[in-house]
């Protein structure tokens, strides 16, 4: 992790008050915003593709994500 990327002692804070329920909640909500983000990204590169087109390159760089 790059130190601006570090959560801060009030992120920590709040994160360790959160119920598992919430941080799910939380969770998901980024990984969808990430998928929207790529999504928009890839209309970007190709605006002649259609919705399923794009839809399907962002299940592919998805699926095929590594960490």
């Given at each position: 992790?790059?130190?601006d990327e570090e959560?801060?002692?009030e992120q920590i804070k709040i994160f360790r008050?959160?119920?598992g329920e919430?941080?799910?909640r939380l969770a998901?909500?980024?990984?969808?915003s990430a998928r929207n983000?790529?999504?928009?990204?890839?209309r970007a590169q190709h605006p002649e593709w259609s919705e399923e087109q794009i839809e399907a390159e962002v299940?592919?760089?998805f699926l095929?994500?590594?960490t």
């Open positions: 992790m790059l130190p959560p801060t002692p008050a959160m119920s919430e941080r799910l998901e909500r980024l990984y969808w983000m790529k999504k928009a990204g890839v299940r592919q760089i095929n994500a590594r």
